[in-house]
């Protein structure tokens, strides 16, 4: 793994940032494989990048038909609930981008429990991707995470056993300590950590402590999640200064 940490003195820095390395991550992946496989996080800072995606320059700058659309968890709601991630990336991204529907593969929240949503999530995957289930996870081009005030990502929260799954590309997760407290699928840390590469967004002063652990170095994976991210591509930070505290930008 190699691992960046970039700083920006404002959102709309990180934003710009943000989008301009997802189109870089597009145009690699088609120029190299024919098709981007993308997936979503949920998050205030995830959102205000896919509003920047959905503006010029970058919008355009994506080949839209040639790239498909993943989250990397969501809460057990429908998709027009105020606290679906995949609503939100709707409406912040998806609806204003000329994007195929069959491009869209969101996980099935409203399809029995969030076991056999975790399920057939994964069986999608499979199944798009042309790995068995039984296999090592495919390489998404690219995930997308956020960071929660306790150091959780995607769904994967501080003590849960899902941190620990070492076989499941995706899970069902029960509510987190942090609300809204819905049950969620999400996910796992082979599944994440078999990308290409990961981008985590993360902005706001809330977020300096669990930066400063999984960062500073030494942080559990049971304590701090994100510390669990370690993808066999590129890691790649980027913060705001209130997030990023004492935390030095850095290219290892
Ligand atoms: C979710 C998210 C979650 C999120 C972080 C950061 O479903 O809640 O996917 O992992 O990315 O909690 O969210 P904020 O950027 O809103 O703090």
């Known amino acids: 793994m190699t691992q960046e940490v970039l700083i920006y003195s404002s959102s709309r820095?990180?934003?710009n940032s943000a989008a301009g390395f997802i189109v870089d991550a597009s145009k690699k992946a088609i120029a190299a494989r024919g098709r981007f496989t993308i997936a979503l996080a949920g998050g205030s800072t995830p959102k205000t990048t896919?509003?920047?995606l959905a503006q010029a320059p970058f919008a355009r700058s994506i080949d839209w038909e040639r790239t498909f659309v993943f989250m990397s968890d969501e809460r057990c709601?429908?998709?027009d609930d105020e606290r679906s991630n995949y609503g939100?990336?709707?409406e912040a991204l998806l609806s204003h981008i000329p994007i195929p529907d069959a491009n869209l593969l969101p996980i099935p929240t409203g399809q029995g429990s969030p076991d056999q949503v975790a399920e057939q999530y994964a069986k999608i995957l499979s199944d798009f991707f042309g790995t068995a289930l039984t296999d090592a996870p495919p390489a998404f081009d690219l995930i997308l995470l956020g960071l929660g005030d306790d150091g959780h990502t995607a769904s994967l929260f501080p003590g849960y056993p899902t941190l620990q799954e070492t076989e499941r590309w995706v899970t069902a997760s029960p509510p987190g300590t942090l609300p809204p407290p819905v049950d969620r699928v999400t996910f796992t840390f082979p599944l994440i950590n078999a990308a290409r590469a990961v981008l985590m967004l993360v902005a706001?002063?809330?977020k300096a402590a669990p930066v400063?652990?999984?960062l500073g170095g030494g942080a559990a994976v049971q304590e701090r999640?994100?510390?669990g991210v370690q993808p066999t591509g590129k890691l790649v930070w980027m913060l705001d200064t209130k997030a990023?505290?004492?935390v030095k930008a850095a290219r290892l």
């Open 88 to 90: 939100m990336a709707r």
């Open 244 to 246: 990023a505290g004492s």
């Open 50 to 52: 896919y509003q920047t």
């Open 225 to 227: 999640p994100a510390a």
């Open 212 to 214: 400063r652990d999984v």
């Open 77 to 79: 709601v429908l998709f």
């Open 13 to 15: 820095e990180l934003n």
């Open 204 to 206: 706001g002063e809330n």
